[in-house]
T-cell receptor, first 109, second 115 residues
Framework: AQRVTQPEKLLSVFKGAPVELKCNYS??????LFWYVQYSRQRLQLLLR??SRESIKGFTADLNKRETSFHLKKPFAQEEDSAMYYC???????????FGSGTQLTVLP | ETGVTQSPTHLIKTRGQQVTLRCSSQ?????VSWYQQALGQGPQFIFQ???????GRGNFPPRFSGLQFPNYSSELNVNALELDDSALYLC??????????????FGPGTRLTVL
């Protein structure tokens, strides 16, 4: 069965510092991985997907199949990045998402 | 373009009761997925509906059931409510098929409290 692990429930960094949110997965097939973000009082929204190889709001994430990881990185954190971040893996006939338990990022001034 | 909407926003029920939650999918989307998010956890997949039929199901008992209507809106029904059913219920709509259009767009959720 597939599993997504986000080892840090809480992460605090200072504005301008680099940030890395960790995500590890367990899946026997070829993974499709995503990062979703939930800002305060807003709905869950897609941040980026590994297949697009894009940078959104300065965030990037590289799929490492050898280490089964999909860590989210940003070189210079901003206060507006404070939010809950979820890593998710898509699989199954319904292409459903399996989410990690989330990391609450706080960027301090 | 209209986003995903859910009703009601909040709901309080007692153990043993039945509840129906509603979801209107985003314009142009034909697939609806339901997720349960317990406090402090990530969303957990309940089931998905495509073309008015269940298209996949997570590890939830049969007392969790659903419907999809011809306009692609959907309902989640939970019978014989238990205290552990207290959670945020999220609906996500998407357009079946590969590519960017397959992205799941989430609604704001319905907060269910079972007393």
């Amino acid at each position: 069965a597939q599993r997504v692990t986000q080892p840090e429930k809480l992460l605090s960094v200072f504005k301008g510092a680099p940030v890395e949110l960790k995500c590890n997965y367990s899946y026997s097939g070829s993974p499709e991985l995503f990062w979703y973000v939930q800002y305060s009082r807003q709905r869950l929204q897609l941040l980026l997907r590994h297949i697009s190889r894009e940078s959104i709001k300065g965030f990037t994430a590289d799929l490492n199949k050898r280490e089964t990881s999909f860590h989210l990185k940003k070189p210079f954190a901003q206060e507006e990045d404070s939010a809950m971040y979820y890593c998710a893996l898509r699989s199954g006939s319904a292409r459903q998402l399996t989410f990690g338990s989330g990391t609450q990022l706080t960027v301090l001034p | 373009e209209t986003g995903v909407t859910q009703s009601p926003t909040h709901l309080i029920k007692t153990r043993g009761q039945q509840v129906t939650l509603r979801c209107s999918s985003q314009s142009g989307h034909n697939t609806v997925s339901w997720y349960q998010q317990a406090l402090g956890q990530g969303p957990q997949f309940i089931f998905q509906y495509y073309r008015e039929e269940e298209n996949g199901r997570g590890n939830f008992p049969p007392r969790f059931s659903g419907l999809q209507f011809p306009n692609y809106s959907s309902e989640l029904n939970v019978n014989a409510l238990e205290l552990d059913d207290s959670a945020l219920y999220l609906c996500a709509s998407s357009l079946a098929g590969r590519g960017a259009a397959d992205t799941q767009y989430f609604g704001p959720g319905t907060r269910l409290t079972v007393l």
